[in-house]
């Protein structure tokens, strides 16, 4: 197993339209989490995964953010009409759970650029 | 609800000499674990070291040692023998019974040769 995987690394869109990032945890953790980092600051947490269910979301999670989890594996979050203000780089993270050894397993993360 | 607090935006240390990072959180639990963690440039973060909190020994990690004061809510990281591999932002975090980690804005250490 090679860690935690994000796919695209990198996207730049126009501003308004809808992206997506993968995230394929590693295969035995249950749990998989969800944060941004904005440039020159620490990660913001967005929201995470119990297997299937999403069990805590952000208030910085606005309406047009989505996640998914559909089989307790991978996970999505979707950014619809995307704003120049959603530029940042995503970060996906897992952990086998709360309290084996604490620790999150961080993925390199998938860089937004908003045009 | 919880903060971690890094008060050093930057921090600059010869190379094999010993760097001090400081953090300080709030939090009205009993249990839980903190965390630094360190994210060279344009890389994934690392987990440096890690302190559970019902442990009154400190943690360390090679050149690396944390000094927790759990009455005080600090959790300082120790850099010895500094290498230029160290540059890198650092991150404290903390992690309670929300289960999410709670990041401080970090701290970016420049190494000097």
């Known amino acids: 197993d090679t860690g935690v995987s994000q796919n695209p690394r990198h996207k730049i869109t126009k501003r308004g339209q809808n992206v997506t990032f993968r995230c394929d945890p590693i295969s035995e953790h249950n749990r998989l989490y969800w944060y941004r980092q904005t440039l020159g600051q620490g990660p913001e947490f967005l929201t995470y995964f119990q297997n299937e269910a999403q069990l805590e979301k952000s208030r910085l999670l606005s309406d047009r953010f989505s996640a998914e989890r559909p089989k307790g594996s991978f996970s999505t979050l979707e950014i619809q009409r995307t704003e120049q203000g959603d530029s940042a780089m995503y970060l996906c993270a897992s952990s086998p759970n709360r309290r084996n050894t604490g620790e999150l397993f961080f993925g390199e993360g998938s860089r937004l650029t908003v045009l | 609800a919880q903060t971690v607090t890094q008060s050093q935006p930057e921090m600059s240390v010869q190379e094999a000499e010993t760097v001090t990072l400081s953090c300080t959180y709030d939090t009205s639990e009993s249990d839980y674990y903190l965390f630094w963690y360190k994210q060279p440039p344009s890389r994934q973060m690392i987990l440096v070291i890690r302190q559970e909190a019902y442990k009154q020994q400190n943690a360390t990690e090679n050149r690396f040692s944390v000094n927790f004061q759990k009455a005080a809510k600090s959790f300082s990281l120790k850099i010895s023998d500094s290498q230029l591999g160290d540059a890198a932002m650092y991150f404290c975090?903390?992690?309670?019974?929300?289960?999410?980690?709670?990041f401080g804005k970090g701290t970016k250490l420049s190494v000097k040769p």
């Open positions: 975090a903390y992690r309670g019974s929300q289960g999410n980690l709670i």
